[in-house]
Nanobody, 125 residues
Framework: QMQLVESGGGLVEPGNSLRLSCAASGFTLDQLVIGWFRRAPGKEREGVACAGGGVLKVEDAWKGRFSVSKDIAKNTVYLQIDSLEPDDTAAYYC????????????????????WGQGTQITVSS
């Protein structure tokens, strides 16, 4: 059974960094496309980054302070956020879909079949 478990969120002061983890079970990372998403207060869920199809990708809107990586041995995908800002306050989710074997990935919410429970980041001084 597919499961995604996010961790790593918390209350942090502006300027700090956090690394979020998305631990997958039930399938290996090479069978999956993993997406990172966030939902800020009053906003729709937005795609931030993804891992799958042979790539690690951060969407253009999030390039610079966000990076994505993976640890195959731990079956885990990470989202690193540097220089956190109050506007980064949001619930962060990872989603997954089964890979179709193509190249590339797209963090589009409607394409994800499985979801984690989310982890909250609050950036405040």
């Amino acid at each position: 059974q597919m499961q995604l478990v996010e961790s790593g969120g918390g209350l942090v002061e502006p300027g700090n960094s956090l690394r979020l983890s998305c631990a997958a079970s039930g399938f290996t990372l090479d069978q999956l496309v993993i997406g990172w998403f966030r939902r800020a207060p009053g906003k729709e869920r937005e795609g931030v980054a993804c891992a799958g199809g042979g790539v690690l990708k951060v969407e253009d809107a999030w390039k610079g302070r966000f990076s994505v990586s993976k640890d195959i041995a731990k079956n885990t995908v990470y989202l690193q956020i540097d220089s956190l800002e109050p506007d980064d306050t949001a619930a962060y989710y990872c989603g997954a879909s089964l890979s179709r074997g193509g190249f590339g990935c797209y963090p589009i919410p409607s394409m994800m079949r499985f979801w984690g429970q989310g982890t909250q980041i609050t950036v405040s001084s």
